[in-house]
């Protein structure tokens, strides 16, 4: 593996990416959000070598919740846990405007060329999935909340990831629930897939002193390609991501059509797929550290 050193801090030294809040693909980028900045670190996909957007004039923190490129020559970033959305000039970082949300968001991503918000949900049966309609967020997808018997247990079950997507589809998936991952397509629609999980539920009549103990958490990542889709393994074995001592984030499956599963082990704890091909991975690790990982 090879390692790619970001440098972050203002006196020249170097260190790793901190906290992680998404990233997009170009075709000759890696871009990745870094919260804690908070700035967006753009990686060579060639040669991992990398350089800084600082992201400046925000009054409200920015959130790790994602973050939109509709092409307009900005970056959307959540900030104030959901409550804003903070525009920043995709050329200089600099803020362009503070906007209010109607439906605080739990995540932010670009939906082709226009900007997606999964809404945070307390009910059940309501819309998860809005995009950017006429200056207005709308319901997209029919993706909905689903219930749970108290307030947190709602949250966590209704939280909403984003991956990397193609032009046709891309990847999405409940934190806490079933092994399944929703493709997206351009005009809405979803398509289910079933994919492994490394996570083992709660026995039987086991207690539950955690809201979203009784949960399992099995997919942290997703990377679609045209010629299959990569997850990346969430909780492993039976203590949940919420537990001390929780094993997460050590495996990387390609699932293709009519083909076995390629399955490619870690021999540290992963945050993210940040890049795929033919040849490995790279690969953001929990120390913050970003790797080359070569197929077996």
Known sequence: MSAAPFPLLADGSQRPVGEYGGRSIT???????????????RIDRTTLAASLLSLAGADAPVDPYGFAEPGDGTVWVLGGRGRFVHRFSAATG??????SLADPGQGIATLWDRVGIFAVRIGSGERLVLRQENGAFVPFSPLVSRPAPEITSRLIRNLLRSGSGTSKEIPLWYTAGPAEVFLLGRTGGTRSIR?????APPGPGEPDPEPGA??????????????GLWILSNQEGARTPLEPGATRGRHAVFLRAGRPDRVVRLDR???????????????????????????P
């Open 269 to 295: 704890e992963a945050r993210a797929l940040l890049d795929a091909g033919s040849r490995g991975l790279v690969v953001l690790f929990a120390d913050g550290v970003v790797a080359r990982v070569a197929l």
């Open 94 to 99: 600099e803020l362009v405007d503070t906007r």
């Open 195 to 199: 994919v492994p999980a490394f996570a």
């Open 214 to 227: 009784q949960f399992t958490y099995p997919v942290r990542d997703a990377f679609l390609r045209d010629d």
């Open 27 to 41: 075709p000759t980028e890696i871009r990745v959000l870094d919260a804690s900045v908070p700035a967006i670190v």
